[in-house]
T-cell receptor, first 113, second 116 residues
Framework: DQQVKQNSPSLSVQEGRISILNCDYT??????FLWYKKYPAEGPTFLIS?????DKNEDGRFTVFLNKSAKHLSLHIVPSQPGDSAVYFC????????????FGTGTRLQVTL | GAVVSQHPSRVICKSGTSVKIECRSL??????MFWYRQFPKKSLMLMAT?????????EQGVEKDKFLINHASLTLSTLTVTSAHPEDSSFYIC????????????FGPGTRLTVL
């Protein structure tokens, strides 16, 4: 039962354009969401997070949007850079679960020149 | 800050042997660490929650006698894969949260285990 889903396994974007990565979840108990970036054979690197009391959080080129009613979040990267090419995972946790993270299946982003 | 290390980064062992993987929080104390496993082109699957000074909490379907976890101090957790078999070959990743700010976890670089 995949509670966090990233339906696009891959995405290709031109350098300078906006990258939009999507994530859907089914568990209404999730109240904290995170995005991680991962290179092959490395651990995930934390990018940005958002609490369910917000609908937007911005950090530099990265913005995360949360639509609770749709149980949907997205990560916007603008402008996209070649160094952004990696696999992006969204993750979710629920208060009272000792911060256990449930990860999505990942989206491989390729930023082309 | 918030650096997590893992050792070894890569290990190859024979079937039937045991392998120990260390996870350290280098610049912060972590009362809770997490162990994940990632299969090729798959998501990270939480295996267990490692609690300093107490027994680990295992996720459903994870054999606690197979994957021994010890969290001896606030900066070190170890995962021992006992009597390893080829199907245990995987990428194992640990994470730790800052004490009091548990929601953001910081991950180690991972350990690639290959069992021959």
């Amino acid at each position: 039962d995949q509670q966090v889903k990233q339906n696009s396994p891959s995405l290709s974007v031109q350098e300078g354009r906006i990258s939009i990565l999507n994530c859907d979840y089914t568990n209404s108990m999730f109240d904290y969401f995170l995005w991680y970036k991962k290179y092959p054979a490395e651990g995930p690197t934390f990018l940005i997070s958002i609490s369910s009391i917000k609908d937007k959080n911005e950090d530099g080129r990265f913005t995360v949007f949360l639509n609770k009613s749709a149980k949907h979040l997205s990560l916007h990267i603008v402008p996209s850079q070649p160094g952004d090419s990696a696999v992006y995972f969204c993750a979710a946790s629920a208060t009272g679960t000792a911060s256990k993270l449930t990860f999505g299946t990942g989206t491989r982003l390729q930023v082309t020149l | 800050g918030a650096v997590v290390s893992q050792h070894p980064s890569r290990v190859i062992c024979k079937s039937g042997t045991s392998v120990k993987i260390e996870c350290r929080s280098l610049d912060f104390q972590a009362t809770t660490m997490f162990w994940y496993r990632q299969f090729p082109k798959k998501s990270l699957m939480l295996m267990a929650t490692s609690n300093e000074g107490s027994k680990a909490t295992y996720e459903q379907g994870v054999e606690k006698d197979k994957f021994l976890i010890n969290h001896a101090s606030l900066t070190l957790s170890t995962l021992t894969v006992t009597s390893a078999h080829p199907e245990d070959s995987s990428f194992y990743i640990c994470s730790a949260g800052l004490t009091g700010v548990l929601d953001t976890q910081y991950f180690g670089p991972g350990t690639r285990l290959t069992v021959l």
